[in-house]
């Protein structure tokens, strides 16, 4: 029986990641908020759809938004940072009156009572005004100046709850609010100094308000003059290794960012081919913009990880190691699997349990950090020697032979690492059939037209794909450990689709994917995200 909690492996891992070197005087951190509780499931390397360079930094944004932002409720901010960053703090409101926000001169003194969450809540009803009042305080940080920053939630009676954030000063006088959105479901909350990132859930485009939040939204406020400044949209970007030619205005130079031509400068970034790089970048909108300019400025906020791209080229498959002049192979060298990825986390496989965890490198200087672990029990498992060595690691290089070399600390050896292809050769020789998807209620869908649904995946991590109305094309990523996305947005030939058509739904399962797997008859199945369904393919007959 296996345990899929995570436990750490290896305390010196973290250690060589806190003695590491800086890889840029920009690098604040190459591990994002996450970083100390790495991911049970292998995260997915860099999308490559589109031409192989062009799209290597792009990531699966499933995996992606889970490593960069950290989960529900977490509101510790690991990045290493030269200036102290702020937490949540406990806050006692018992007995303070508070303004609601959104209402019209709505005062509440709050009881003690409390939600199922152990939040301070009140009801309030004054003749015109009536709701219930939550103030989630385990998310309440505090700036610089000893003010502090809480959200809180507003019912009306309405279809959900209205988010805001309220700005008191020490004293719980309230100084401002900024309204996050409907249904908003919150994620974590820091302060900088007087900067304040906050990052939630809120309902995406068409979504109901009965739904649940689904577009992870990540803002910087800056306080002034006791009040919030206009929000910063945060983004990330991953950014690939060389320019590539583009035409806008005129034929100029582009960044490669999430697999797609960027036309914009990112103010403060400064570029050096041949990295791969992960950015949190300032979005602001530009109030009139020029007719052939873009709509929004672009600012650089941090380097998430700066890394070269021939370490993100292949995945890695451990095949000896010589530590202490002793020699070391795997009996099973195919079972112990390595996945960089752009964001500085790595995910792998070992003969016995799945491993994940963070990285930081610095030109040839490397090391492993926060490695954790499925818990599976194996004997005879040479896992242990593995993780053990993955924590030694000092530095890197490739060698002539393509073989990923790391050396160990102490001089005491190395590691030898062998270049892995995504898939083997088959799959990209084969057109795959849709045969229908099956969903874990039960529920299937068929092809009406049994022909008409047919994917071609290449090597260089594009992919093209016949409906019943249009053709698609784009990018995949795929890894070593069975995770699987295809990027979006897809390029279509948009012919208007007949009623009957099925490609909407199709391009939708498509985009929700999120695994694959080969099946005893060669096919190939891929899995949809949360686990909700399967769809299924098939060798299409050679004519």
């Known amino acids: 029986m296996t345990d899929t909690s995570n436990t750490p492996v290896n305390n010196q891992a973290q250690t060589s990641v806190n003695n590491a070197p800086a890889a840029n005087s920009n690098v604040q951190s190459a591990v994002p908020e996450a970083a100390n509780s790495a991911p049970q499931t292998p995260v997915p390397e860099e999308k490559k759809g589109g031409?192989?360079?062009?799209?290597?930094?792009?990531?699966?944004?499933?995996?992606?938004?889970?490593?960069?932002?950290?989960?529900?409720?977490?509101?510790e901010d690991t990045s290493s940072q030269e200036n102290a960053t702020t937490t949540a703090q406990t806050v006692s409101f018992e007995g303070e009156t508070v303004t609601v926000p959104g209402e019209d001169d709505v005062s509440v003194q709050i009881n003690g009572n409390k939600t199922d969450e152990g939040y301070p809540v009140v009801s309030y009803d004054d003749g015109v005004n009536r709701g219930t009042f939550v103030i989630m305080s385990d998310f309440a940080a505090f700036l610089e100046d000893n003010s502090f920053v809480v959200p809180a939630a507003i019912n009306n009676g309405g279809s959900g709850e209205e988010v805001y954030l309220v700005l008191f000063d020490e004293d719980f006088t309230q100084q401002d609010t900024y309204k996050l959105g409907h249904n908003v479901d919150m994620q974590t909350l820091v302060t900088e100094g007087m900067d304040v990132t906050v990052t939630y859930l809120a309902l995406g485009k068409g979504q109901a308000a009965s739904e649940t939040p689904e577009d992870k939204i990540r803002l910087q406020l800056s306080v002034k003059n006791d009040g919030f400044e206009d929000p910063i949209n945060l983004e990330l970007f991953v950014v690939g290794p060389e320019y590539v030619d583009c035409v806008g205005v005129s034929e100029q130079q582009c960044l490669v960012v999430n697999g797609n031509n960027f036309y914009s400068d990112i103010d403060g970034f400064k570029y050096e081919e041949g990295n791969v790089y992960a950015l949190e970048v300032g979005r602001t909108e530009i109030e009139n913009p020029p007719a052939d300019g873009g709509a929004y400025e672009y600012e650089l906020v941090r380097?998430?990880?700066?890394?070269?791209?021939?370490?993100?080229?292949?995945?890695?498959?451990?095949?000896?190691?010589?530590?202490?002049?002793?020699?070391?192979?795997?009996?099973?060298?195919?079972?112990?699997?390595?996945?960089?990825?752009?964001?500085?986390?790595?995910?792998?496989?070992?003969?016995?349990?799945?491993?994940?965890?963070?990285?930081?490198?610095?030109?040839?200087?490397?090391?492993?950090?926060?490695?954790?672990?499925?818990?599976?029990?194996?004997?005879?498992?040479?896992?242990?020697?593995?993780?053990?060595?993955?924590?030694e690691v000092k530095s890197y290089e490739i060698g002539e032979d393509g073989n990923l070399v790391f050396e160990l600390?102490?001089?005491?050896?190395?590691?030898?690492?062998?270049?892995?292809?995504?898939?083997?050769?088959?799959?990209?020789?084969?057109?795959?059939?849709?045969?229908?998807?099956?969903?874990?209620?039960?529920?299937?869908?068929?092809?009406?037209?049994q022909e008409a649904f047919v994917l071609k995946l290449e090597k260089d991590g594009s992919f093209g794909v016949t409906t019943d109305c249009n053709t698609n094309r784009g990018g995949y990523d795929a890894t070593i450990t069975g995770a699987m996305d295809f990027v979006e947005p897809f390029i279509s030939t948009k012919k208007a689709c007949p009623a009957i058509s099925q490609e909407s739904k199709f391009v939708k399962m498509m985009s929700d994917v999120t695994s694959y797997s080969f099946t005893d008859d060669g096919g190939i199945d891929f899995g949809l995200k949360d686990n909700t369904g399967t769809m299924h393919f098939v060798q299409q007959e050679q004519e």
Request: hydrophobic share 40%; net charge negative.
């Open 51 to 75: 031409g192989f360079w062009r799209v290597i930094g792009a990531i699966i944004f499933i995996g992606l938004l889970f490593l960069f932002f950290s989960n529900r409720n977490t509101n």
């Open 303 to 391: 380097i998430i990880n700066e890394v070269s791209a021939e370490l993100l080229a292949h995945n890695w498959q451990w095949v000896s190691s010589d530590v202490d002049g002793e020699a070391i192979t795997p009996a099973d060298s195919e079972q112990f699997k390595l996945v960089l990825t752009a964001v500085g986390y790595f995910a792998g496989t070992t003969d016995c349990n799945n491993i994940s965890g963070s990285y930081v490198t610095d030109y040839s200087n490397f090391a492993f950090g926060n490695i954790a672990s499925t818990r599976k029990f194996c004997e005879n498992s040479q896992e242990h020697v593995y993780t053990a060595q993955l924590g």
């Open 409 to 449: 600390a102490d001089n005491s050896g190395e590691m030898v690492f062998a270049p892995l292809p995504k898939f083997d050769v088959g799959v990209f020789d084969n057109n795959w059939k849709w045969t229908g998807t099956e969903y874990t209620n039960g529920y299937k869908l068929n092809p009406i037209a």
